[in-house]
């Protein structure tokens, strides 16, 4: 996993709350068995005025002129701004492949869905909590075009453009993961003789747990 | 300092705990690791990729189900990329001898049907699935949660998951459902209350008369549903109806471990004085037959009112949600749910396609015919072992007299990611657990309902109170 460095970034601002994962990456494209090229199609059915299908090239499609994503300056856009529980609905890790795949590597929003969220650290993103008061000064402020902001995951901070801080918190060993760039199974692993030990306790006890299951 | 009992999340999870991290995190033991062909490529990819093998081979089941045709086997997948993700899928396992009921295995289905019927989900395992409505299994007792393909990834790797403890939440559900009332019923009326994000961050136990007197079956469609609220999982208590569903099932415990099984799973309910931070009361008797109006399943309304007006809304984010899902619905505010006429129905998903759901569907629409506005009504079973127990019964012929299409078990219509699906503007009657948009189809209107609401809206061609039908 890359190492997650310093973002100094143009905010794309997404005044709307609840959105699932299916609109992030419809489900035709959950077809796909690679974990790359979802990013083309992030948000198809709100960018494109066409209907998306796995494989198609994106070049050429109409796009909404209305949508978010699709505003002048947008691109290259690391930074999402969005309304609550944003990544609700179905568990599928192809919404964070396809913001990553994107571009993004930081969400800003009061809140998100709790599987989404966990996904996103997984996959290299920051998703970052702050305040509704924050949020919504946020969202005056991403009105103007160009507007910028910085994050700092080691100081934990996102510095606007006057310079002033807000604070955020993260867990601590997922900021360390995203720091360095950590595989989390690789992590884990390194509590082998412990599972092991775990293991052959709860065969003893449960020995149920462990019956094979044998094909018809 | 006086200790409070522990609830039965607080069991289920302190029996799990291999490492604690000093971040507070958890090393948490999988039991049971159900795979299936959408959520898994890319974890067995990496895995590979990793040189990496499986932790433990019998703690997995794998079944494709998502992508399955539900016409005709034989004729095999039309689609090229559902076709690669199931042979993906039995390759996968082939490769590294993982139980699959494949396509042409008589006990396929879909995933979270299966488990139970199986025997294969046990009362006090952690169960997990790449398939977020995993909390289905939380119905026997055990601790089940939807995961990402990462951690699917994970769990193959290190028969582990890294996890933060939930917290603890109770909604009890006081008296009993009157007649015509299911558990599709009640946990809409429970999502309508308390909304998606009511359970965020907690693990939700169901208890209460009326949910002691739900079949498992009606306990896992309860439990299904758990996440349409926000909460990973949902738990019941362990009683006789539970332990007597998993006898003698193919892979419930053996004769000489059976005893020993029952007396622990006995000790699975919440300790009497043990303490939820959040707890949620309902009155079962006013429960009524719910349908939702809007695209998410908080947007819901008993059969006898009306398309809310989003001017009632309490603030701004509430309003324009409410106009953006009525605009996509096409309707307008006021009209009687009675008055919503529909396109197709469809009986089937996770949440309603289980034995008990197909005989209160075929009790309705006996002797009873599918409205000549309705395009299209599929029975969709939720395995090959339900699919057989429905014909033994003659209820594929009810379905079929009525002009329903009597299909093969898989997700079907609840996702449309086979060939079964509304067209742009198509509304539906379905038993499934979701109404987002494109959900069921590009452009597609769905009403989510109980299997009986959905037969006899079938049968009117459009919703009615199936209690005075
Ligand atoms: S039936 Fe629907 S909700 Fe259930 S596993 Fe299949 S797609 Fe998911």
Redesign the interface.
């Known amino acids: 996993m890359e190492a997650f460095q310093r973002i100094h970034s143009r905010v794309v601002a997404m005044d709307r709350?609840?959105v699932?994962t299916?609109?992030i990456i419809?489900?035709?494209f959950?077809?796909?068995?690679?974990?790359t090229g979802f990013g083309p199609f992030l948000f198809d059915?709100w960018r494109y005025l066409d209907?998306g299908e796995?494989g198609m090239d994106c070049t050429d499609r109409p796009l909404n002129p209305d949508f978010e994503l699709n505003q002048p300056g947008c691109e290259g856009a690391e930074i999402l701004l969005v309304?609550?529980?944003f990544g609700?609905?179905?568990?599928?890790?192809h919404a964070p492949w396809a913001l990553q795949d994107y571009g993004i590597r930081v969400l800003i929003a009061c809140?998100y869905?709790?599987?989404f969220y966990?996904?996103c650290f997984?996959?290299g993103l920051l998703p970052i909590v702050l305040t509704k008061e924050e949020v919504d000064r946020l969202f005056q402020e991403a009105t103007s075009s160009d507007y910028r902001l910085k994050i700092d995951l080691e100081s934990q901070t996102v510095i606007m453009p006057n310079g002033d801080c807000l604070n955020f918190s993260v867990?601590?060993?997922r900021k360390y993961r995203l720091l360095n760039g950590l595989?989390?199974?690789d992590?884990?692993?390194q509590?082998?003789d412990?599972?092991r030990e775990?293991?052959s306790k709860?065969r003893k006890?449960?020995?149920?747990?462990?019956?094979?299951?044998?094909?018809? | 300092m006086i200790m409070s009992g522990k609830t039965l999340y607080d069991k289920l999870w302190e029996d799990h705990l291999v490492h604690l991290n000093p971040d507070g995190s958890s090393l948490i033991y999988i039991d049971r690791h159900l795979v299936h062909e959408v959520t898994s490529p890319q974890a067995f990819e990496g895995l590979r990729l990793a040189g990496r093998k499986p932790w433990r081979i019998s703690s997995i089941l794998a079944v494709s189900d998502h992508n399955v045709p539900t016409k005709s086997r034989e004729l095999g997948i039309e689609d090229p990329v559902s076709r690669l993700q199931i042979e993906t899928l039995d390759q996968n396992c082939r490769d590294l001898g993982i139980t699959e009921f494949d396509i042409s295995d008589p006990r396929q289905g879909i995933v979270h049907v299966i488990g139970p019927e199986q025997g294969a989900t046990l009362p006090g395992m952690t169960v997990v699935c790449g398939d977020s409505h995993t909390s289905t299994h939380g119905a026997f007792g055990a601790l089940a949660f939807g995961i990402g393909t990462s951690e699917v990834e994970h769990v193959l790797a290190t028969q582990c998951l890294t996890q933060a403890k939930s917290g603890n939440m109770r909604v009890t559900v006081n008296g009993n459902v009157g007649p015509g009332v299911s558990a599709k019923d009640i946990v809409l009326a429970i999502i309508g209350r308390i909304g998606t994000a009511g359970g965020t961050g907690y693990a939700v136990e169901f208890s209460g008369e009326a949910i002691r007197s739900l079949s498992m079956e009606g306990r896992m469609t309860v439990c299904n549903m758990a996440i349409e609220a926000g909460a990973r999982s949902g738990v019941i208590a362990v009683d006789d109806k539970t332990i007597d569903y998993i006898r003698g099932r193919p892979f419930a415990p053996v004769e000489d471990q059976w005893p020993a099984a029952v007396t622990a799973w006995r000790k699975l309910h919440s300790d009497a004085d043990a303490v939820f931070e959040r707890e949620v009361q309902f009155d079962a008797p006013s429960i009524q037959p719910q349908v939702t109006w809007g695209t998410s399943p908080e947007m819901v309304v008993p059969v006898t009112g009306k398309v809310p007006d989003p001017d009632s809304a309490a603030n701004r984010v509430n309003r324009d949600s409410m106009k953006k899902a009525l605009e996509y619905m096409g309707l307008r505010p006021g009209l009687a749910m009675t008055d919503i006429h529909l396109d197709r129905v469809f009986v089937g998903s996770c949440t309603n396609s289980r034995i008990e759901d197909l005989r209160v569907a075929a009790d309705v629409i006996r002797g009873r015919r599918v409205a000549a506005n309705i395009r299209e009504a599929l029975v969709v079973p939720g395995s090959g072992v339900v699919k057989r127990q429905a014909e033994q019964e003659g209820l594929d012929r009810i379905f079929m007299e009525a002009g329903f299409e009597w299909r093969e078990p898989g997700c079907s219509m609840c996702l449309a990611m086979n060939a079964d699906r509304l067209e742009p503007g198509e509304r539906c009657a379905s038993t499934s657990n979701r109404n987002f948009e494109g959900r069921q189809g590009y452009g597609g209107r769905t009403h989510l309902v109980s299997p009986a609401m959905a037969a006899a809206a079938a049968v009117a061609g459009h919703f009615v109170d199936v209690r005075t039908f």
Do not use: V
């Open positions: 709350a609840n699932d299916d609109a419809p489900k035709q959950l077809k796909s068995i690679r974990r059915e209907r796995p309304g609550q529980n609700c609905g179905s568990s599928r890790e809140s869905a709790d599987i966990n996904n997984k996959n867990d601590g060993s595989d989390d199974i992590l884990s692993l509590y082998s412990q599972i775990y293991e709860r006890h449960a020995p149920w747990l462990f019956r094979e299951l044998l094909p018809l």
